[in-house]
């Protein structure tokens, strides 16, 4: 009788679940489905989001170590060199 009404449990769990999962997909796909509308809306323009491409650069200078910033995508330093300690 327990082990009855503990398989009648994970059943009931499991296809409850199941039911979530299937929703959660549906309204996903509704979702994408109002992504594309957008799009079209404002001409297909996108954005993407990337991270900056920022790192320290270092330099030996009189024994002593200099970091600063460098922008590889744009080029460019950012900041001042900083005496590392």
Known sequence: MRK???FLAC???LSI??????ASAGAQEAYQ???Y???AAYGGNTAEVRKANIYWR???KNGKVYKRLFDYDKNMW???WILCK
Do not use: C, H
């Open 78 to 80: 950012i900041g001042d």
């Open 37 to 39: 509308g957008t799009e």
């Open 17 to 22: 679940m199941s039911f979530a999962v299937s």
């Open 58 to 60: 270092y330099k030996f």
């Open 4 to 6: 009855t009404k503990l």
């Open 33 to 35: 489905g109002d992504t």
């Open 11 to 13: 059943a009931a769990t």
